[in-house]
T-cell receptor
Framework: DSGVTQTPKHLITATGQRVTLRCSPR?????VYWYQQSLDQGLQFLIQ???????AKGNILERFSAQQFPDLHSELNLSSLELGDSALYFC????????????FGPGTRLTVL | DQQVKQNSPSLSVQEGRISILNCDYT??????FLWYKKYPAEGPTFLIS?????DKNEDGRFTVFLNKSAKHLSLHIVPSQPGDSAVYFC?????????????FGQGTRLTINP
């Protein structure tokens, strides 16, 4: 158990809909990262937050957004969903924005029908 | 542009033998390298890492080797055990504009045969 929690574990929705994925980092970690893993693909970095502020952006679509709240939990919002958005979404956390080791949650499996 | 590549999608090894997983990278800005292990239905678990100032780091049965001139790293597991069967991701890290960017390879599925 990494100490990072993600909810929900599974999510099934239809095209055009909007969903919110939630992540709670390990106790004491200030930085949260979001990754997408599509079928047979590696993990693609989406976005990073540090202590409530956006720190780095990766290959995140404009239809996707995220935020980190004062209690340090983070939410990833995915809107106007398309079939190709079906994937595993992982959240990771680390102590600082420059910490090298990230600890991953169990992931949320999103299926768009 | 795949900056971190794991060219072997799968590897099968006999229990008790050595498993060697390979990873190549292209960006010389990467200064820290990590290996993660992933079981089905779980998130990646940190396994071992190495700084670019070293060429070897060992932790029990796991050893990571870094060849900076070749931009190549490898993970050795010896002896291999059935519980090592999983997908292994290598990742490379660089500090860019105050943020740590981690780039992952595609993963290698390791199967340990009894």
């Amino acid at each position: 158990d990494s100490g990072v929690t993600q909810t929900p574990k599974h999510l099934i929705t239809a095209t055009g809909q909007r969903v919110t994925l939630r992540c709670s980092p390990r106790s004491g970690d200030l930085s949260v990262y979001w990754y997408q893993q599509s079928l047979d693909q590696g993990l693609q970095f989406l976005i990073q937050y540090y202590n409530g502020e956006e720190r780095a952006k990766g290959n995140i679509l404009e239809r996707f957004s995220a935020q980190q709240f004062p209690d340090l939990h983070s939410e990833l919002n995915l809107s106007s969903l398309e079939l190709g958005d079906s994937a595993l979404y992982f959240c990771a956390s680390s102590v600082a924005s420059t910490a090298d080791t990230q600890y991953f949650g169990p992931g949320t499996r999103l299926t768009v029908l | 542009d795949q900056q971190v590549k794991q060219n072997s999608p799968s590897l099968s090894v006999q229990e008790g033998r050595i498993s060697i997983l390979n990873c190549d990278y292209t960006n010389s800005m990467f200064d820290y390298f990590l290996w993660y292990k992933k079981y089905p239905a779980e998130g990646p678990t940190f396994l071992i890492s190495i700084s670019s100032i070293k060429d070897k780091n060992e932790d029990g049965r796991f050893t990571v080797f870094l060849n900076k001139s070749a931009k190549h790293l490898s993970l050795h597991i010896v002896p291999s055990q059935p519980g090592d069967s999983a997908v292994y991701f290598c990742a490379a890290s660089a500090l860019i504009q105050g943020a740590q960017k981690l780039v992952f390879g595609q993963g290698t599925r390791l199967t340990i045969n009894p």
